[in-house]
């Protein structure tokens, strides 16, 4: 057990949709733990996990884990698959309906924007206040104050209400003093949903020093490239299930089944005939993965019922944010546009450069004289770059481009 940060036994917890979780007195959890057999044969499903009733939902179930100190784990999973919630149960917040968890070593946690500060109080004054909910002294967190201060970049709003603070200056200043006061054990949940990107580079670089510092990390997120960077095993949840938990490379993988057998895919066809009818995206893997750096190409099929004066077609490939990442158009400069039917557009791009990340289109379809837009559509033919044995770095991030060549059009 020495070895063994946080061990969990058949973790399960059942939540009735619509109610919440009451604050109880010392009187209440000790009427409680008379009355739990009773309640528990009322509220507990079969043991073959079926929900008592449609009003019950079980958000974990059965989740068994060894987690060793010094580790940094992932856990990914679409949303709702109970990933929230395994952290709350291991921060304490929530209790477990059924199962165990036994935690060896101090806690830090950042689950959500602000967890724990009081909006009434000052920045300065909420540090010294999470300080102490992490157990330590006063000296020591006198000890990281500039620093946690400076890392936050809020300065010149230390002694301000955090009620006044924007989203950003509440989960930077959150951040700074979660990963600065040197818990033993750090529990991340989607800090790099909030902020800028400079700020998520921050984060992640600071997260990549915790680890190198042999301190316990558990990190949720979408951001599979930040999941692949920073953590060596990841844990993969499906519907409250533990379905993988292994090593990262083959977890990511594993998510990206899951991820595809519900997801639209690379490939639409609509049943009209005018706008876009079809489009698709040729990726260089099955499953719509593609290879960072091969040829990527683009099929559209666009229909007009009658003639259109000037044509213009574009698209751009967006990140999962609905960040823009490349911008690729088309516009009328021979025949394309001259007939009314379809046109069959292919865009070839020899040699993206395109960081690793789930992206998806928006295409643009307008009449150049008219300055009239005809169509937009937005997140269609969905896929993924990936980047395996590739040199990855943490300033890169899912929506940069490091180089694009011209792209080159073909016209049907």
Request: hydrophobic share 40%; net charge neutral; with cysteine.
């Amino acid at each position: 057990m020495s070895g063994v940060a946080i061990r969990i036994e058949n973790l399960s917890k059942l939540y009735r949709i619509g109610q919440r979780e009451p604050y109880r007195t010392l009187c209440d959890t000790l009427t409680q733990a008379f009355t739990a057999p009773f309640r528990r044969i009322k509220q507990i499903s079969n043991s073959d996990g079926r929900k008592p009733n449609s009003d019950f939902i079980w958000a974990l179930k059965n989740i068994s884990l060894d987690i060793k100190h010094g580790e940094v784990i992932g856990i990914i999973g679409r949303n709702g698959a109970g990933k929230s919630t395994l952290l709350k149960i291991l921060s304490r917040i929530t209790e477990p309906t059924e199962g165990y968890a036994e935690i060896h070593g101090r806690v830090g946690s950042l689950l959500e924007v602000g967890t724990g500060f009081h909006p009434e109080l000052t920045g300065r004054e909420n540090i010294y206040l999470n300080g102490a909910i992490l157990g330590m002294r006063k000296a020591e967190i006198e000890r990281k104050f500039d620093e946690i201060v400076a890392f936050a970049e809020v300065e010149k709003f230390i002694d301000t209400p955090v009620k006044h603070y924007s989203s950003g200056m509440y989960v930077r200043l959150a951040f700074a003093v979660a990963a600065h006061l040197e818990p033993e054990i750090l529990l991340v949940d989607e800090v790099l949903a909030v902020g800028d990107v400079g700020f998520q580079k921050k984060c992640l670089g600071k997260m990549g020093e915790v680890a190198k510092q042999g301190r316990t990390v558990l990190f949720v997120s979408h951001n599979l490239q930040a999941v692949s960077t920073l953590t060596g095993n990841c844990f993969v949840l499906n519907n409250g299930y533990l379905s993988f938990s292994g090593d990262t490379y083959f977890a990511l993988r594993h998510y990206r089944g899951i991820w595809n057998n519900t997801n639209e895919g690379a490939y639409i066809e609509n049943g009209k005939s005018t706008g876009l009818v079809r489009a698709k995206v040729n990726t260089s893997e099955p499953n719509n993965i593609h290879r960072w750096g091969e040829p990527l190409i683009f099929e559209f099929e666009i229909g007009f019922d009658k003639k259109p004066k000037s044509g213009a077609f574009s698209f751009q490939i967006v990140d999962e944010q609905a960040r823009p990442v490349v911008h690729l158009w088309l516009y009328d400069s021979e025949n394309p546009w001259s007939r009314a039917g379809k046109v069959s557009l292919r865009c070839i791009l020899k040699n993206p450069k395109i960081y690793m990340g789930r992206y998806h289109l928006i295409t643009h379809l307008a009449d150049r004289s008219l300055m009239e837009k005809m169509e937009t559509l937005e997140g269609i033919c969905s896929f993924e770059i990936i980047m395996e044995g590739i040199q990855r770095e943490y300033g890169w991030f899912p929506g940069a481009c490091t180089y694009l060549e011209d792209p080159s059009w073909e016209v049907a």
